[in-house]
């Protein structure tokens, strides 16, 4: 009896350190995505994911959770950088609050097209902002492709400035946005991500600015009619780890992540381009106007007050902002 009670004990106490032990090698990752099912990021990151569990035969089990369930993107963005989180799609847009270098990529009209903005970002200045990024908790491993940025309002389509004048008009978290809109006379209101359908609906705003496959995939299109194309804005968004995470990580699982991280850019950016046409045709054939405004550079020379307190306040970043605009 004594000695089958031991041997009880002995069995539990073997699992119970063979648990401990396997709980001890495995890194259960969880990730942060603010876009639905099917959108490009989305399945580019859930590739990452399964990429990174296969290739470290389970040392790191990456799960993503979608929709944004597990927060706003400035919270996210904070819960990367402690290590509550360990990894993530970032816009780099919201990231300049805490990055001020990545605030260069929210400057309008910085970039000429999507093209530039690639090879920027690809390469040694692209450097210069994932490491600005790492100084801050957080490794910037791949770009993913965002568009460009247009606005859509509730109310009529834009062609000058003039029409935005008064208008109510979402932006994400970063001051940047609020001095663009303020100079283009609407009246900025950072917002949420989540909060900008509701608010669209309720009329708490008039309007949002986006690429095409996010005012699609949130739905937006259903309320704001109007899309007016300014491009306005090209910001690229990060693959990016904990920092706290990617330090437990051996050298040769880095390497696998690292990896896993390019392989699913490369995912995403095909991904993106055939999305962009989709939910193009999508939100046009819902009813929704889309014009091309015809003078851009309307807009882009009210900018000119932004780009000057830019520089002003950050004297260092005026040859980010001229090394990025001679990229060609
Ligand atoms: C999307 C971007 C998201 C989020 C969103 C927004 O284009 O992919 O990360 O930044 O825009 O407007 O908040």
Same mark, same amino acid.
């Given at each position: 009896?004594?000695?089958?009670?031991?041997?009880?004990?002995?069995?539990?106490?073997?699992?119970?350190?063979?648990?401990?032990?396997?709980?001890?090698?495995?890194?259960?990752?969880?990730?942060?995505? *603010?876009?639905?099912?099917?959108?490009?990021?989305?399945? /580019?990151?859930?590739? +990452?994911?399964?990429?990174?569990?296969?290739?470290? @035969?389970?040392?790191?089990?990456?799960? #993503?959770?979608?929709?944004?369930?597990?927060?706003?993107?400035?919270? =996210?963005?904070?819960?990367?950088?402690?290590?509550?989180?360990? !990894?993530?799609? +970032?816009?780099?847009?919201?990231?300049?609050?805490?990055?001020?270098?990545?605030? $260069?990529?929210?400057?309008?009209?910085? +970039?000429?097209?999507?093209?530039?903005?690639?090879?920027?970002?690809?390469?040694? *200045?692209?450097?210069?902002?994932? @490491?600005?990024?790492?100084?801050?908790?957080? #490794?910037?491993?791949?770009?993913?492709?965002?568009?460009?940025?247009? +606005?859509?309002?509730?109310?009529?389509?834009?062609?000058?400035? /003039?029409?935005? /004048?008064?208008?109510?008009?979402?932006?994400?978290?970063?001051?940047?946005?609020?001095?663009?809109?303020?100079?283009?006379?609407?009246?900025?209101?950072?917002?949420?991500?989540?909060?900008?359908?509701?608010?669209?609906?309720?009329?708490?705003?008039?309007?949002?600015?986006?690429?095409?496959?996010?005012?699609?995939?949130?739905?937006?299109?259903?309320?704001?009619?109007?899309?007016? *194309?300014?491009?306005?804005?090209?910001?690229?968004?990060? $693959?990016?780890?904990?920092? =706290?995470?990617? @330090?437990?990580?051996?050298?040769?699982?880095?390497?696998?992540?690292?990896?896993?991280? *390019?392989?699913?850019?490369?995912?995403?950016?095909?991904?993106?381009?055939?999305?962009?046409?989709?939910?193009?045709?999508?939100?046009?054939?819902?009813? $929704?106007?889309?014009?091309?405004?015809?003078?851009?550079?309307? !807009?882009?020379?009210?900018?000119?007050?932004?780009?000057?307190?830019?520089?002003?306040?950050?004297? @260092?970043?005026?040859?980010?902002?001229?090394?990025?605009?001679?990229?060609?």
């Amino acid at each position: 009896m004594r000695l089958e009670k031991l041997l009880r004990v002995t069995a539990l106490a073997g699992t119970l350190v063979a648990l401990a032990g396997a709980s001890a090698i495995a890194a259960d990752w969880r990730g942060w995505n *603010i876009h639905p099912e099917g959108y490009p990021n989305t399945v /580019a990151l859930e590739q +990452f994911a399964k990429d990174v569990a296969e290739k470290t @035969d389970g040392r790191v089990t990456p799960t #993503v959770y979608n929709g944004g369930v597990l927060g706003s993107q400035p919270d =996210a963005i904070e819960q990367t950088r402690n290590g509550a989180l360990d !990894f993530a799609n +970032f816009n780099l847009g919201p990231m300049g609050p805490i990055v001020p270098a990545t605030n $260069v990529l929210s400057l309008p009209f910085l +970039f000429t097209g999507v093209d530039q903005m690639h090879k920027v970002m690809d390469g040694e *200045i692209g450097q210069r902002f994932s @490491d600005a990024m790492a100084e801050q908790g957080l #490794v910037a491993l791949a770009w993913y492709d965002s568009g460009s940025r247009s +606005f859509y309002n509730t109310r009529q389509p834009i062609q000058t400035p /003039a029409d935005l /004048a008064g208008m109510k008009v979402r932006v994400m978290n970063n001051d940047l946005y609020v001095q663009m809109i303020d100079q283009l006379g609407g009246n900025a209101t950072p917002m949420a991500y989540g909060e900008v359908y509701q608010s669209l609906k309720t009329g708490v705003i008039d309007g949002a600015e986006n690429n095409y496959p996010s005012f699609e995939s949130s739905n937006h299109y259903e309320v704001a009619k109007f899309y007016s *194309i300014t491009d306005h804005l090209i910001i690229p968004e990060c $693959v990016c780890i904990a920092k =706290a995470s990617w @330090d437990k990580l051996s050298p040769e699982d880095q390497e696998i992540v690292r990896q896993a991280a *390019i392989d699913s850019a490369t995912l995403q950016r095909k991904l993106w381009e055939e999305r962009s046409v989709a939910s193009r045709q999508k939100v046009e054939e819902s009813g $929704v106007k889309v014009n091309e405004v015809q003078d851009k550079k309307a !807009f882009q020379e009210k900018m000119a007050p932004v780009y000057a307190a830019f520089i002003k306040a950050n004297p @260092d970043l005026e040859e980010w902002i001229t090394a990025i605009q001679s990229t060609n």
